[in-house]
């Protein structure tokens, strides 16, 4: 149906589908061409992009999915049928990715603002179109689990991700990934709206969260921390949330909350891949994962997300469950299961164990994960070229084509297209070039020259073989050090040109066999190369150079030329270098554009002009000129730009005889270029031409400066095909009349068909290529694509073909045999051949001169020896001089000169070898011989032929001496600290603190009154018989204290020790324990209930420590028997050289004896080699020199001389040496004796007398004697050595047997330290747990032992607050006094509670300074309330009258202590409930951890069970005799013993012994238990007798205080107010000073008497003068009365008097009221000071005289 059209609505309907033929990329053709569009029509592609990541996966069918250039590829993969989506922008295809339903595609293209096609399947229909998602290009796509939303990233410039509503085309959220390239994003499969992207150096996690703004995307960076910056290829999100990601070094990261969690590896540290891990899968609960390894790894995924370290490496290892290796060079790069049940050839239950795998190595395998026993082997579905393709040649004869680029030769039938053969590199070197010979080279046309990456060019050969198709090698040269590059055959099929990267062309003559002619040089790597055409006057081959220069050489001439030193030619060459033009093309394009661009302009004012004219308008030719007047361009012109780097040429072609046309890349591209060579005479050595600019150049329409790298003439099709850089293919077809011989450089401005077929970014076409007959056309590039096309529809093609396939020749037998490959990388190029065998003929022809002068010398040497021993054998008078012999006497000399220079130059030349072998030697010694303690040296018995030899010892390693070391320093330290206290426990440290708490709790009150108490005692004040008393009832108060003090301490003490209910005896405890851990039985520990004791746990420490001990031993052992060894080779020694002495003597002896008497002398023995091995290293010059003739003689049997033509010197062996000497020894001896003998009888008419006679026979006694005394000796001396001989030989006998049952345990041990190694990692992190929670015990049990202390003296202080409210109650009954009237009323006045302001720190600030709380306020006033009540009100602040005032003042100073008193006591009590529940609160928590404490033991004491299992596992080898077996059955002993239990006769003993022993402890158990049951019941009964006669003594104090005080009492208080020394002193001191303020108030009396008889004496003289002054005044009033009658104012006078009168009597009652009010203000001022609060007014001050009275 046809599709609909596009509707303008937010959401299409489910049922819209886009016409896929108006998006799908199609052909270019030039418009009005005429061209058709299906000039090239694809028929099939042979290639895919197997470098891609994740570019396979699975449809319904199955049908693989993946994409290739500019396709996407649909495969059936039951029947091999292709079918094709073509991208809609025509630059390549980014990504792939599958629907989770299967029912949909995404294809993520690559081009300007590309888009996201979703294409529906089965149906094909394009379906969903995304837009405006990246830049440039996609690199990956991802559905969610639901489907319903794509994510998206893309590459550079943006890295955009973003998250689609795909199914209605819209962005849903979108933010920059990264700055640098991301490889995938995924979707979380359980937390919905999560992501992951990964990429190069990173990895980010995403998550779309709601903000109050709308959907957000959020990403958060993944931290590496200490792990290197890795990328990271492969993912996957854990069901949990976290993420686990591969590494570049193929181990696993956990990441989790942005961090690396733990790093995964294998046991042993090894990467769970062998590079880098490429993607990961979960299936059905467990972990997949690929790498580039080529293996396929099953892990645990429940231990994977769980895993954790537990030390600081951050490294958890673990094991694969399973793992496939696919194949050899095999990259995986990812993994789709099939998920189709329509499978016919396996059945359903292994349908979901198939995988289809993705090989970077350019395939496509079938893999079955089942890991079972019917599990089939990987199988490889399809073999493509793996990378970029770098040569396409076809049969020149039939319909099959041949590819190269990888190390695979792949041959294809490209009508049945599928691939015939394939031939591999041995070495793993790259194919690099292919040409197919036509029927002018080899008639079958079977065979292909191909060049690779090694250098090597081999010839191959086609041919049918049992039925197969099969490559065969024929032939194989190395004519490139390098990369060979290009090929191209001579058109008269004999001459092949060879180009290579190693800048060299080398000529090959082909007829059956390839023939090398030679090579020359060229001026830089070959790209290209081409012959001249067959038009040419001289054929000629055009080199292309990759660094922008051209060579042309003339063709070789086959046999013109002699190759027997080398193959190197001197043709002519001439040279080109090409000079960059495009930057002055582009300005003179830039000046053309503008002319023509005036040109219009002005063409269009001269119409306007005309048109104003026409119009009627006149103009004047000013005014015309203005008008046409142009403005002047200023625009700048960019300067021209010529690379530094010459531009790569990628192909030349002949336009004509030397000229050619050259296709550049870089800067130059988008032209094709004409060149020249100079016409002067081509120079062939000097390839470095200046420059020169090409005489042509022609753009190429439409490149956009794109690079043509390949340029292909197709003669059949007539026309001319480019492949550009960024995948493009053009054809130009060219017209008939066209000679195509040559180039012609129009041929690119011709109309042309061009189409989008390889990826534009790595789709490099690097190989164009026709069929034989023209009807097919081959494009392969860089993205190792192969497409295949057809010039004319592909139904008429293939009609005229149907019935042909591609037949190989069948191989003759001739054929079978295949040449001999070069397999070595190394091997030598065909130039370097010749130089070496060039070589090695001169050095033979040398050697072989050198060896004819030396036979030369050789037979004038020996004529001259032989002249030599005829001169010796002349008589002397007639015998020559040696000296006569030298011609010239200086020549001796100089040859000694020059050799000793000689000498001295070799000594100076081989000081650096002599030292470097002195110092391999030392290296050597240190190694081998450093290490060794004593080596293995034999000792031989001199008698027989019995042998012993010593241990080889090696020295104990540092770790020996360390542990040593460490055992000295603990026993040191073990002696000095027996008498210290190692540790101490709790409760000790509670004693402890509380010690030092009660030093601290005096205050500084206490003390000072303490140290006041003390001064007072040293002075005291009371004296005499009062003092005596005072001491005394102080004594006896003391004596009475300190025998009560050690009362309570002996009764704290008691009460201290005394036990709780359940106490029992620690003793008793222990000692029960160690009765039931050794109650007599064997603890076997294979037993399931045996618990391995504390003291017997073993650790990779003690038992590495048990090895080096047992090492020490037998280091011991065997030091201990090779020093009595030494000691007894030393003695050897020593007897050899006492014999020898001996021997020597007897031989003296016998010289003198007469023949008959002679005996034969012994044998002296000798010390062997092997007894003396250090003496093989012992050498001299000689025996240098003998060493150096015995090599030459074993190596060269035919030079076997005793002595050479130069007196050499012979080979005696020692023994020889001694038997010769020996031999001459006895000869001499015989010689000397005779003459002794025959002395004196020899002597003429003389007789021996009687007396000589006699003395020489005393003589001969003698020297018998001694003779025999001699041989004695040395048959005791070799006697004696044998004895001691075979008794240490005995004895290294039984040693042997120790040592080697030691190595047995030594075994042993070894084993058991492997085990324990394993168990090292758990171990120590359970007695890690063990000691935190033990550690961590301590310290709580400690804090709670500082809570207790601290309490304890929380609960002193209140009681000594306490002790001090009773004492201030006593010190208030002492202050009242007894029957004092007013005592009820001062008790209230101190019972009262009253308000005070709160005591605040200086530090605080604030106005309530008498502020309290609402609580105390309103507690104190209903307290108060309470107490008026009671008390019906009284005034405490003012002391009654008939109150002693300084009792009342007291009782308010006592009051006020007693309110401190209970505010401290208030506060210590709430200070120790807070106490008390913070140590509850810490108890509580000891109690959790003692628990945690038992579960961590209890879990170390499983892990102890399960090592020591593990260790009983092991096998102890134990050597029984045959009568220690005692487990018979039926009366033999069984073969089996492995149920046998190896046990020590006297721990059988012991264990029999120990059933008596427990009986008897049993019964004397029983005896002591009836004992103390007994002592327990009279203890009961003392007891309670105690108690009574307690009761009756308390009664009897009871009345006996009752009889004496009346009432019961204190004995305490009582005893402590009996005496009180300072108030005493007090009542002292207030005694004296009472006496003297007595005797001060009787002086005071007597002073006050005298003043008073001075008062009265002067009141009398003072009476006296009152009445002389009455009579006085008396005359005066008569004498005045006189004078009134005289004067005439005498009434004047007389008001007068009055008023002196009245002034008087006034100033007399003012001074009585002053004292009136005097009395008055005392009298106040007294009641006043008999209240407190009371002030003192000032006193009254008489009223002021006025002046006019003064």
Known sequence: ?????????????????????????????????????????????????????????????????????????????????????????????????????????????????????????????????????????????????????????????????????????????????????????????????????????????????????????????????????????????LPDGKVLSGAEWGNLLLWDGGLIKVEICRKGNKPCHAGSIQQLIIDEGELITIGVDGYVRVWELESIDTADTTDDSDVFEVEPMNELKVGQDVQLTSMVKLRDANQKEEADDSIASIWYAQDANGGIWKLDLSFSHTTKPPEKLHSFTSGMITGITTSPSTQMFAVTGDPYIRIYDYVTKQALCEYRCPMSSNSTAILWPGKMTYEKCNILLAGFSNGLLRALTLQKKDGKNTIALQQVLKPHTSDVTAMALHHSGRILATGGEDSTVFFFRLDSTIEPIGFVSVPGPVSHLQWSPITFSQSTLLVSCLNGKVAEIDAPVTGSYDTSHSFKLNLPIKYYAFKSVKSQLRRDEAREKKRTEREKQLKEKQKELKRRKDRGDEFTEEEEREFLKLEDDEEEEEPLHIPSTPSPIYSAFYTGEGKFAVSVGDFDAGYLYECQFSSEKAISHDPDVAPAAPINAVGVPECNDVPATHIYHSDRAHSLLVGFANGKIRAHPIPEDWDMGTFKMDSVTLPYWQLSMHDCETGFVSS???????????????????????????????????????????????DIVSADDIDDPNAYSIEDAKLKAEHDRYMKEAEAKKSEERNKLSTLRNEFQEILKKNDDLPKSVRLDRSEFELDPTLRVNMHESTNKKIERVKLEMQWEKEKLALATRKIKNRFSAMIDCPRIMLHAIRTSHTVSSYRVTSLGDEYFALEKQIKERATAAGIGDGSVKGRKISDNLEMKRKEMRKDTLSDQQQEFLHGAVKKQKGTTLQGRQAEKVAKAIKKAEEAKRKRDERQKEWKDLYKHKPEDNYEDPADIKAIQEAKANIGDFKLKTASDYVVPEHLRMDTEKKKSQILILQGLIHAEKTKFNTRFSSLRDDKQRRIEQIRNWVNEIRDIQHRLNENLVKQVPKVPEMKPDELPEKKYEYTRETLLQFQISEQEREDASKKQSGGSFGGFGGFTKNDEEDTTSSNGKRSATAVSTPLRSRHPSRPDRLLSPLEIQMGKIKEIKMIHRRNQLLKLVQESITEFDANFHLLRHEKTFLDVDLKMADLRQITLLEEFLILKEYEKRETTLSGRVTSKRIELDEMHAKVADMQVKLEAKRRDIEKLSDREKALNANLATLIGENNKFSDFLNKVFRKKIKRAKKKNPDEEGDGESEMSSDDESDWSSEEDDDDSIEGGFDDSTCPPGCDEQTFRGVLELREKRLDIEEGLVEEKKLAEQQKKDMDSTVKKSKVMESQLKTAKDALEEFQVEKQGKLNELDVVVPLRLSQVEHVSNGSVPSDLSSCLVFTNQSLLGLQRRIKELQHEKAEQRSLFKNARMQHVHLIKDRKGMESKIERLEEKCEQMMLLKFGRIVDLDKLDSITVNKTVEELKQTVHNTELKNSAKLRKLDRHIESLKDRITELTRENTRHLEKYNVLAREKTHLEKNLDHRQKDVNLDQRTDNKSDMRERQRLMQLVQLQAQEIQALKEEIGLLSRKGGHILPPAQPPIAREGEL
């Open 1 to 237: 149906m046809p599709a609909k059209k596009p509707v303008d609505s937010d959401s299409k309907p489910l049922d819209f589908y886009y016409n896929y033929e108006e998006y799908a990329s199609g052909s270019y053709v030039t418009p009005e061409s005429g061209i058709p569009s299906n000039l090239l029509h694809l028929f099939h592609s042979f290639g895919y992009d197997c470098k891609k990541r994740s570019n396979l996966f699975l449809l319904p069918g199955p049908t693989a999915l993946y994409a290739a250039g500019n396709l996407v590829h649909l495969v059936d993969l039951n029947d091999g049928s292709h079918r094709y989506l073509r991208s809609a922008g025509g630059g390549g295809i980014g990504a792939v990715t599958v629907h989770p339903s299967q029912n949909y595609f995404a294809i993520a293209e690559k081009s300007t603002k590309p888009d996201i096609m979703i294409y529906e399947f089965p149906s094909l229909k394009l379906f969903r179109i995304l837009k405006e998602g990246t830049e440039e290009a996609f690199s990956f796509v991802d559905f969610n689990p639901n489907g319903n939303l794509l994510a998206s990233v893309g590459c550079a410039p943006d890295f955009m991700l973003t998250v689609w509503d795909w199914i209605n085309e819209k962005v849903m959220l979108r933010s920059k990934a990264f700055s640098q390239d991301i490889f995938r994003v995924k979707f979380a499969p359980e937390q919905e709206g999560q992501l992951t992207s990964s990429g190069t150096g990173h990895i980010r996690f995403w998550k779309m969260a709601r903000t109050f703004t709308g959907l957000k995307l959020k990403g958060e960076l993944g931290r590496f921390g200490k792990t290197a910056l890795t990328d990271i290829d492969g993912f996957v999100q």
């Open 768 to 814: 164009i290529a026709e069929s034989h007959d023209g009807a097919f056309l081959f494009t392969g590039g860089n993205d190792g694509n192969i497409y295949g096309y057809n010039f004319l529809p592909f139904e008429e093609v293939y009609k005229s073909m149907e019935g042909q396939r591609a037949r190989l020749p069948s191989a003759r037998k001739e």
